[in-house]
């Protein structure tokens, strides 16, 4: 979403880097380019000017000037502005010491409502949560059987009472049936409209006074541009809300949206949905996502996903083949399945500092590709996958045929494991290979 505006940005700050010393023009210049890049990035205009009004005022006098390092005092002064306006530290869920902990789930119609109710109950599940999620959407026609599908597929339970027709009896009883069960949380989907008007906030306060939630969340869709934003500052005139769940952040819009919410209504954005596969949600951090904005990269959260998926012991031993390169295709086949479990790999290596600009001068990493080469490695022998530089020509014809593509291909993928293992084995002696050549090792 954010890549417009990041070349823009990275454009700019990358001038500044490049010059010794800045004068008041340069500062000037950079100012007026950093809000033309978030202006075409559909930000509101009044957060455009407090923006670079508050950005000026910490670039004014001295401190620039007189700075170590004046391009470097510049970027981060840029990137802690940003920070800011997405809402500075953040905020997370705080659960209740004793019974079930209430989150209502409230926005518009086609904002991607429930199914973020359905992947913010798997990802509190994920925290070792007893969650239970209410279908207590009874305006939209099928939106109880939906929400009943993805709970299924997330493996959390779902309360609703086939036949009902008042959303307050039946949240009113899943918060009865929570606290027998010992629920943890409780996640209620509530109706929305396609557009904010009485009957909804009628309807949202009788839900709200009947569940007595902890925190209501408020679901807008990115794609909308400031439409979202618009939607926001309804809901915060007419009904109060805690914090944001912004929906298809991975989409191609510019991110205005995602920039301008928490300075308009003064609510934070608390969990982003990053994809359309219900593990495709993560907790919003302003400054990470400043960082990745500027090409910082977003260490930290690449650090989680990895923890989530790989274990110590599986990590020893990795890190045992690589070093007496005994790193097979059979291993690269697992690492590369746990990789893909932690969301798309072109989403993953834009957290790595420096490889999101690298990438984009490569080319995207196709998810396509990453198909074809499991199928090619699943079409061989444990011999095959453990030895590949004796597959000889009969054999490669015979893998090609298994994995319905072609003797190219098979080869190109021998060609590249050997590559990959010779930069491996560069990281194994310390030595670190820059963006460029990380990303030829891939290919």
Do not use: C
């Amino acid at each position: 979403m954010f890549d417009q505006l990041s070349d823009r940005l990275q454009g700019v700050l990358s001038d500044v880097r490049s010059r010794g010393k800045l004068s008041d023009d340069d500062v000037n210049k950079a100012l007026r380019e950093v809000r033309l890049a978030l202006l075409e990035a559909d930000v509101n205009f009044k957060v455009v000017k407090d923006f670079t009004a508050s950005l000026r005022e910490r670039l004014a006098g001295e401190e620039v000037s007189e700075a170590l390092n004046p391009g470097q005092t510049v970027i981060k002064a840029v990137n802690d502005e940003l920070t800011e306006l997405m809402g500075g530290a953040g905020r997370d869920i705080v659960f209740a010491p004793s019974g079930p902990t209430v989150i209502l789930m409230a926005g518009l119609q086609g904002s991607g409502k429930t199914t973020a109710t359905a992947k913010l109950g798997k990802l509190l599940k994920k925290q070792n949560k007893n969650v239970a999620l209410v279908a207590a959407d009874l305006q939209r026609p099928a939106a109880v059987e939906q929400l009943q599908k993805l709970g299924a597929q997330a493996k959390v339970d779902v309360y609703s009472q086939p036949g009902e027709t008042d959303a307050v009896r039946v949240a009113d009883w899943a918060r009865q049936q929570a606290v027998k069960d010992n629920r943890d949380v409780l996640i209620v989907d509530t109706a929305g409209r396609l557009h904010v008007d009485q009957d909804l906030m009628d309807e949202l306060g009788r839900v709200r006074k009947v569940t007595k939630p902890h925190d209501v969340l408020l679901v807008v869709d990115a794609m909308t541009g400031q439409d979202a934003v618009n939607v926001a500052e309804s809901f915060a005139e007419t009904a109060d809300f805690d914090g944001v769940v912004m929906t298809k952040l991975d989409g191609d819009a510019r991110g205005g949206a995602a920039l301008s919410v928490r300075a308009v209504t003064g609510k934070p954005i608390i969990y982003a949905s990053t994809g359309e596969k219900l593990d495709e949600i993560e907790r919003f951090h302003p400054d990470r996502m400043a960082g990745r904005i500027l090409g910082m990269g977003d260490v930290m959260s690449l650090i989680e996903k990895t923890q989530d998926e790989f274990d110590e012991d599986q990590a020893a031993d990795l890190e045992r083949k690589i070093r007496k390169q005994q790193f097979t295709l059979e291993d690269f086949l697992q690492q590369m399945k746990q990789v893909r479990r932690m969301g798309p790999l072109g989403n993953l290596m834009k957290m790595m500092p420096g490889m999101g600009k690298a990438m984009r001068g490569m080319g995207q990493v196709d998810e396509r590709e990453l198909d074809r080469i499991e199928a090619i490695i699943l079409s061989m022998t444990p011999f095959e996958r453990a030895h590949p530089t004796e597959i000889n020509g009969s054999r490669r014809k015979r893998i090609a045929t298994g994995s319905g593509t072609t003797v190219q291909a098979v080869n190109r993928l021998v060609k590249q494991f050997g590559q990959m293992n010779k930069l491996m084995k560069q990281l194994s002696e310390g030595k670190m290979p820059d963006a460029q050549q990380l990303m030829r090792g891939m290919r």
